[in-house]
């Protein structure tokens, strides 16, 4: 019996199935696994395992070495502000002590509703709109102490569904199919392009 | 006065709204590039790469041409595009994958044809969840479109290309973590020698990695010739190059300026560029091509932007990201944070990197916050020396790849430049800017 919900055991197959090997579909299985959890649930990671032909031990080593993938539960909204250098400048420090106050939480920790959790972030590459904050990986593009303040309000109305899915939620966009070039098809082309290339350097020297 | 009427190559539709979708890709010239390329021998495609002498906008600057004709004694089995854009204040490829996918897209394909291989991958950073979505949907666009997969546009050369997200680590931009991530292991990078990709990449097999910006330039070389690239620019520095601009400028951006032929003041003051300093203050110092690089004072501001002339002054272009600081920034302040994100993304592996970032930070948090002492100077420098031995640039590495000896650049540099600062600093227990 799968951990994973039918529809993303599907996409999770699908995904196995684009890498030469399995084990290369560890990141974006491990996504998928937050997509339905929220965080790296223990059956996600068994399930994860099994897929990769690796082991749970295998998958947690991996995992807790990137900052995307949360061990344990976090809030609906994972709030991230950039504080390096290029947002230090434009007051990164500050929107983070701000963010800290009105969501109700420290850094690192999740609000009592369990609606959100705060991280300082590394640089989110939109330099030029700082200090950078996301939320569950989107630009909200709030540089101001209102303009957060305003977000907050909105998300905990519920208004921004649509455009901020609850956290762990990746990539929407499904791809359309799996890989298109039958690897017979490949072999053929590449001996004869090889074969070609050959006579053309002969004909040259 | 700078030279902002070369033409666009990267950033032609950086003005429309629609320009991530392949109706508007189609209507502005879209994979003309790949069908001139497809009527060409795969050498002769790569030939026009190398006549561009186009530098790889990663960060090295290793000419994409080389790399790839290194390759082609052994045949290629994986070209790997680098969008895992992580060096604090470079945002350059984040609006290339955003703002014009498709461009990308048939960079890719141009480039897999010249190398001849038949599987790419794409590993984008996975904080770019626009950029990811974006990517997938263009891509679903053009196997639709018969631009990749099976027999592209009825040619005899098939490829397929998958988008990898990672998953939050800056050292995966690092060509050879990159391939461990990519091949779903933590992003440990890898001893070269013998792991050069080129050799044994993916897999083990040959590799070609290129960034997400080098791509980007292919159409445009193939429908226009390497020879007119390479008309661009001046010297080694070929092309135009994307440049991101942060911190107390009053126009941040991105801007794409012909290499060389501006400098660091044009970047940063010309109206129609960076537009001077906030609050036009005084400028103090700057940082030439991402957190990496050594800083420069106001006296370098003429410096032409090029990958030599940098290099001769003791820096590096880098990743083609600027950030300014003004006469109100604290220089304490930003070498700390800048350490403090070595320390947290060093991935662990070498000692020098995993425990010299972490004291370095440790005295620079001192410093900044009070509790420092004159003497932390000469300790910082003396753990900066062990990691990069003598203090030069390029640096010496005593690690396994360059995060190590990119960690003393700025707190080498703050030392140096601004010793005054730090005494105050000392005197003051704590930071004069609060």
Not at chain 1, 119 to 142: F, G, K, M, W
């Amino acid at each position: 019996m799968s951990h994973l919900r039918i529809d993303l055991r599907q996409r999770a197959e699908e995904l196995v199935s684009l890498y030469p090997r399995p084990r290369s579909a560890m990141l974006p299985l491990l996504h998928l696994v937050q997509e339905q959890d929220g965080y790296l649930s223990e059956a996600g990671i068994a399930e994860v395992a099994e897929l990769t032909l690796t082991t749970p031990a295998d998958v947690r080593g991996t995992a807790s070495f990137y900052d995307m993938y949360f061990l344990e539960p976090v809030g609906k909204y994972v709030v991230a502000v950039c504080t390096n250098v290029a947002c230090l400048l434009a007051g990164g420090l500050e929107l983070l002590e701000h963010a800290s106050t009105t969501l109700g939480c420290s850094v690192g920790s999740t609000s009592d509703d369990g609606l959100f959790t705060l991280e300082e972030s590394e640089c989110l590459a939109d330099c030029d709109i700082a200090p950078c904050v996301q939320v569950n990986h989107r630009y909200v593009r709030t540089t101001t102490a209102e303009t957060f303040d305003a977000l907050v309000g909105e998300l905990r109305e519920g208004k921004r569904e649509h455009e901020i899915p609850s956290h762990g939620t990746l990539i929407r966009v499904r791809r359309s199919g799996g890989l298109r070039a039958p690897k017979s098809e490949i072999a053929t082309e590449r001996s004869g392009a090889k074969a070609a290339r050959d006579k053309r350097a002969e004909e040259q020297a | 006065m700078a030279v902002i009427d070369s033409p666009r190559i990267v950033t032609a539709r950086a003005g429309y709204e629609d320009s991530f979708t392949l109706a508007r890709y189609l209507e502005t010239g879209g994979y003309e590039g790949l069908r001139k390329a497809l009527t060409m021998f795969p050498e002769d495609v790569a030939k026009q790469v190398d006549d561009a002498s186009l530098l790889g906008r990663g960060g090295a600057g290793f000419p994409a041409g080389r790399k790839w004709s290194m390759l082609r004694k052994a045949p290629v089995s994986y070209l790997v595009v680098n969008g895992d854009e992580s060096e604090p204040a470079t945002f350059k490829d984040h609006f290339l994958v955003e703002r014009d996918p498709h461009q990308l897209i048939e960079g890719i394909i141009i480039s897999a044809y010249a190398l001849q291989v038949s599987q790419a991958f794409l590993y984008l950073r996975g904080e770019f969840a626009l950029g990811l979505e974006r990517v997938q949907q263009a891509m679903n666009e053009a196997y639709e479109y018969g631009a990749l997969g099976s027999k592209i546009f009825g040619s005899d050369f098939s490829l397929d290309l998958v988008v990898h997200p990672g998953a939050g680590a800056y050292i995966c931009g690092e060509e050879t973590a990159l391939i461990e991530g990519l091949e779903g292991k933590r992003g440990f990078p890898r001893i070269k020698p013998p792991f050069f990709p080129a050799v044994s990449g993916l897999y083990g097999e040959p590799t070609v990695v290129n960034n997400v910006e080098t791509m980007s330039n292919v159409p445009w070389i193939v429908l226009n010739g390497g020879a007119a690239f390479a008309a661009l620019g001046g010297g080694r520095s070929t092309g135009t190059r994307l440049f991101a601009l942060a911190g107390r400028v009053k126009n941040p951006g991105i801007y794409e300026i012909e290499m060389v032929k501006n400098t660091f003041r044009d970047l940063i003051y010309d109206p129609a560029l960076g537009g001077g300093i906030t609050n036009d203050r005084k400028i103090k110092a700057f940082i030439p091509g991402g957190v990496s690089a050594p800083w420069f004072g106001p006296d370098l501001l003429d410096l032409p932007m090029g990958q030599d002339e940098v290099a001769e002054k003791g820096s590096m272009l880098g990743s083609g990201s600027v950030v300014v600081f003004d006469e109100t920034s604290c220089v304490v302040r930003a070498a700390w944070r800048i350490t403090k994100f070595f320390s947290r993304e060093s991935c662990g592996q070498c000692t020098p990197c995993r425990e010299g970032s972490g004291w370095i930070e440790r005295a620079m948090y001192r410093l900044e916050h009070g509790g420092g002492r004159m003497e932390d100077l000469e300790l910082l420098l003396d753990l900066c020396d062990n990691i990069a031995p003598g203090l030069t640039w390029p640096p010496q590495q005593t690690t396994i790849c360059v995060l190590g000896s990119s960690i003393p650049s700025s707190v080498h540099s703050a030392i140096s430049m601004f010793r005054d600062e730090f005494a105050v600093h000392v005197a003051n227990q704590g930071c004069p800017f609060d």
